[in-house]
């Protein structure tokens, strides 16, 4: 299922293609219902009479909750199902009809001044259902909901109070003393979030997961209101099968079963050529792990031969520690790869290699530069318009019919120094290989474009999608919800955001994951959406297994393996 990022406009228009197909909003609505219900349940199960407390607005949103509640009781008849009304619903309401019937308790935030019953309900629940507004929600929030919201954090708060000090002195002799937090999923998405620009409210409910619909929703991977989603899980409520897609919209949250269909063959009667040949062209003495991180991040991920190019002390230092790959010994100048190195890199490729990383660790003294350059075809100081294929200058043939041979060149991927030695020079972008892929932090990005940090982070989607457009190159910005842009200006969201990754050395493992694939043959944007999911993946299970303040660059590596078997099955 191809997951499409929709603004609340498009979301509307989508409903409403659905609806006039035959899919009417009652019956999007008790799909939504389902859906929610689905994954309550799921985080329910083994609680034999849980405590839900269902949060209702007055609009749609209100509705998905109340059908959410009612098939979560007809789930489970001992489970203790609750309404909290915003608002009076209509009379008619049929969802507030079947709930009177079945006798389920039905409270109004007007009759409750002081809040007292909605933070009783609260602490005492196992789980709360927050279905107070979708994507008509405005900001500011209004005194009531504003006030309810609050009231609910407190409820969670209290739900968790202790009336001894003893787990501040010693929590692990009475592990079990602790009550659990209920656990909140937000329905579309939280209470308080602009669904657009990811505006939070001040008096905004954090979830635990959310559950939206049809497709996400920019507000839902945008910061600050990102922190507030928690896990998101998207249901499409099966109206993108039947309605035709809106032109407008182009981007995508990757998923799962999209990176399985991409994943490069493995066919069982092979060799290690089957498999490709990655070069490393990464390190200097002062960083000398970005070279193992990259070449093992490759590895693992699958290509069959990896090549180290670094300055020759580096050698000296890793080769024991990366023992599978093979090594090109470049002359150096206090440690730091020299300009003189660039042909004996371009010598060694010649049509051997499939894919190929240059940047890692490299420094950015001026000889890096000049090596870069060298490498990237072209002179220290030229830049002309026409593009250049990576290693070779342009024929004088190639330059009168504007026509370049791109057929012996390896797939290129640039990070860190590289990225930082080009962004010293004007218009570096003109000196890229067609579908370069660029990997910069939000650092590097602020450099390569010129742009402030807080402007890029104010709307990175529109950054990266617009610089990917002017440097026809595959950029993709790292950071919580990864995007990865094509040349078209085209985005893909990768769903993680793991603080875990917040440490030295796990880029070079991303690079390293990515040039893996372009290896095995992928095209450079599928190599940069597969490998910046399986990176995101294997944060997780590295997060899980440790605690994520103790997660290192190694532990990533040493988790793609179940990043992949999760992956392929």
Known sequence: MVIKLATTKETRAIEEAADKAGISYKEM??????????????????IESPFVTILVGPGNNGGDGLVTGLLIKQANERAEVRFYLLKER???????????????????????????????????????????????????????????????KRGLNESTEQSDDQWAINPIATPSAKPQKPFVLAIDGPSG????????????????????????????????????????????????????????????????????????????????RSFGRAMVVAGSINFVGAVHFSASAAYRTGAGLVSIATARPVTSLLASTTPEATWLLLPHDMGVISKEA?????????????????????????????????????DKGKSDSKKRHLGFMATSEEADNGEDDASNLPPLIIDADGLNVLSKDEKWWERLPENTILTPHIGEMSRLTGMEINDIEADRLDAVSKHAKKWKAIVLLKGAHTLIADVDGTVTVLPFKNDALATAGTGDVLSGIIVGLLAQGLKPYDAACVGGYIHGMAGEYAA?????????????????SAALTAITG
């Open 29 to 46: 609505m008790e799909r939504a219902g389902q859906a929610a219900a689905n994954r309550a349940l799921a985080m329910l199960n083994g």
């Open 90 to 152: 209509a009379e008619d309401d049929p969802y507030i009809q079947v709930a009177k019937e079945a006798e389920i308790f039905i409270a109004l935030s007007e009759n409750d001044k002081d809040k007292r019953l909605l933070r009783n309900m609260v602490a005492q629940s196992d789980m709360v259902i927050d279905a107070l507004f979708g994507i008509g929600i405005k900001l500011p929030l209004r005194d009531e909901a504003a006030q309810m919201l609050r009231a609910v």
């Open 193 to 272: 979030l602009d669904f657009d620009s990811g505006e939070l409210d001040s008096a905004a409910l954090f979830a635990d997961e959310t559950v939206t619909f049809i497709g996400a929703k920019p507000g839902l991977i945008r910061f600050p209101g990102a922190d507030a989603v928690g896990k998101l899980t998207v249901a499409n409520l099966g109206i993108t099968d039947k309605v035709k897609p809106l032109k407008s919209v182009t981007n995508t949250l990757l998923d799962m079963q999209t990176v399985k269909e991409r994943m490069p063959e493995r066919p069982l009667n092979s060799s290690k």
């Open 342 to 378: 660039a042909p004996i890199v371009l010598e060694e490729m010649g049509d051997r290699y499939s894919g190929m990383l240059i940047g890692p660790g490299l420094g950015q003294e001026e000889t890096t530069r000049q090596f870069v350059y060298d490498l990237l075809g072209q």
């Open 544 to 560: 899980q297994d440790l605690h994520p303040r103790s997660v290192i660059a190694s532990d990533v590596v040493n988790h793609i």
